[in-house]
């Protein structure tokens, strides 16, 4: 079994910053050439409305964002600890929204893979 551990979500005002982490533990099994994971991401859901896309990264490690964090937000990888972090910059009120991350991770050497979220962490950015 595999678990994703989000953290670092608060409060902040309008324009600073915060950095989320993702960590995953458990039956993780790294892949020669492919690492430990085939994609992670970020996703995002404010209040009455749908959960949407932040950022992916893939395990070649393409990188995609949504339209509304482009510039803004990065994704980065620390592939010794397994963990995923999302930096958010100039953040805005409508930033505001509990943060979950989403992964396919690697079980054993065939490429046979857990696909989860974490239980998600509250960022909250104030006016």
């Known amino acids: 079994q595999v678990q994703l551990v989000e953290s670092g979500g608060g409060l902040v005002h309008a324009g600073g910053s915060l950095r989320l982490s993702c960590a995953a533990s458990?039956?993780?099994?790294?892949?020669?050439?492919k690492g430990w994971y085939r994609e992670m991401a970020w996703y995002r859901q404010a209040p009455g409305k749908q959960?949407?896309?932040?950022?992916?990264?893939?395990?070649?490690?393409?990188?995609n964002y949504g339209a509304s964090v482009k510039g803004r937000f990065t994704i980065s990888r620390d592939n010794a600890k397994n963990t995923v972090y999302l930096q958010m910059n100039s953040l805005k009120p409508e930033d505001t929204a509990v943060y979950y991350c989403n992964g396919d991770v690697y079980l054993d050497e065939y490429g046979g893979t857990w696909s989860g979220w974490g239980q998600g962490t509250q960022v909250t950015v104030s006016s």
């Open positions: 458990g039956s993780i099994f790294s892949i020669e050439k």
């Open positions: 959960r949407e896309l932040v950022a992916e990264i893939s395990s070649g490690g393409s990188i």
